[in-house]
Every structure is written in C-alpha cells, then in structure tokens.
C-alpha cells in the first residue's frame, strides 16, 4: 500500500520539477547557442589558473568562484536533473579563470565545455 501512495506522489511532483526546471531563465546571462553563454560571466575572485575556480554550490549554478568561496548546499536541497542553459549544467558551459576587460585574472564562466 505504501509503494502504491509513493507511486502516486512521485508523478506529480516529478512533472512539477521538471516543468519548475524548464521554466528557469537565470536573469543576466545571455547565451550564444542557447546552451553556451555569449561572453564569460566574471566573478570577483581573482585566480590563478583554472583549477582555482568552481561553480558556487546552487543548483544550476550561473557563477564561478574561488574554491574557498564555493560553498555548501542547504541539507535536503534537492535540485531538478534538467540541463538548464546558461548554466553550468552538462557541460553546457564551464568555470576557468579568464582575464576581464582590465586585465585582472578572475574566476569565470565561460562558453563551452570545458577543453580536455
């Protein structure tokens, strides 16, 4: 009897995160392939290489920081498995440390998967 009212919860709320999922339009971050972002989005963290640099801990992160400013998500967070763009998710993108118009080196996410 339990499977059969768990059956019947995990339809809805199934269908409600993905559609919560695919309505998602992080505000700010344009993209090129509808996938990619246009332009690398900087944080504030300077960097030295790539390795210095992750994506905040958020599901479906849109920004990359230091390591040290990653964090942590809340205990029972539960995040939708949709591929959202503009976001780190599935490779649509990735975190690197990239030179901003100034010339600072700051953690960012830039277009694309990240290169091998």
Same mark, same amino acid.
């Given at each position: 009897?339990?499977?059969?009212r768990?059956k019947?919860?995990l339809g ?6 993905t559609l919560?999922?695919?309505?998602y339009s ?8 509808g996938?990619?972002v246009?332009?690398?989005v ?6 030295n290489?790539?390795?210095?640099c992750?994506?905040?801990a958020?599901?479906?992160? /849109?920004?990359c920081v230091?390591l040290a400013?990653v ?6 967070t ?5 591929? /959202?763009?503009?976001s780190a998710d599935?490779g649509f993108?990735?975190?690197?440390c ?10 960012a996410?830039l277009?694309?998967?990240k290169?091998p």
């Amino acid at each position: 009897m339990r499977a059969a009212r768990l059956k019947s919860c995990l339809g809805p709320a199934i269908a409600l995160t993905t559609l919560l999922g695919c309505m998602y339009s992080p505000e700010g971050t344009s993209t090129s392939s509808g996938t990619q972002v246009a332009a690398p989005v900087f944080s504030s963290d300077p960097c030295n290489t790539d390795d210095d640099c992750a994506p905040v801990a958020e599901c479906h992160p /849109v920004e990359c920081v230091q390591l040290a400013h990653v964090g942590t998500l809340p205990p029972g967070t539960v995040c939708s498995d949709v591929c /959202v763009p503009g976001s780190a998710d599935c490779g649509f993108n990735h975190c690197g440390c990239a030179a901003n118009a100034s010339g600072a080196t700051l953690c960012a996410l830039l277009p694309g998967p990240k290169p091998p």
